[in-house]
């Protein structure tokens, strides 16, 4: 069983920066497949970005590209998610989760292909 604690969100302006972390316990960090997502007030959930197990790879939402990097350190179970330029419309709960380490590229984006899920950080943007 993983546990996922995400922390470091907060209150920033349009256009700030801001980064949030998740760190793991409890399982072996080094084998999931972990993304983040996030759900506005009124919205369902999105997908946001995710990173695979070696950090090889990442994939972001075309909303969110250019402007936010996911990245991952093994030797501390914890991932990351950098997110610059923030918008009043990204006002939301982030999430981090944790799937298999085999997930197609497609499957990375889908919900329902990760196993644990964190209680979320709140970030509001204001205008």
């Known amino acids: 069983q993983v546990q996922l604690v995400e922390s470091g969100g907060g209150l920033v302006q349009a256009g700030d920066s801001l980064r949030v972390s998740c760190a793991a316990s409890?399982?072996?960090?080094?084998?999931?497949?972990m993304a983040w997502f996030r759900q506005a007030p009124g919205k369902e959930r999105e997908f946001v970005a995710v990173i695979t197990w070696n950090g090889g790879r990442t994939f972001y939402a075309d909303s969110v590209k250019g402007r936010f990097t996911i990245s991952r350190e093994n030797a501390k179970n914890t991932v990351y998610l950098y997110m610059n330029d923030l918008k009043p419309e990204e006002t939301a709960v982030y999430y981090c989760?944790?799937?298999?380490?085999?997930?197609?590229?497609?499957?990375?984006?889908?919900?329902?292909?990760?196993?644990?899920w964190g209680q979320g950080t709140q970030v509001t943007v204001s205008s």
């Open positions: 409890g399982g072996t960090f080094g084998i999931y497949t």
């Open positions: 989760a944790a799937g298999p380490a085999a997930l197609t590229a497609q499957d990375m984006t889908k919900q329902k292909s990760y196993i644990y």
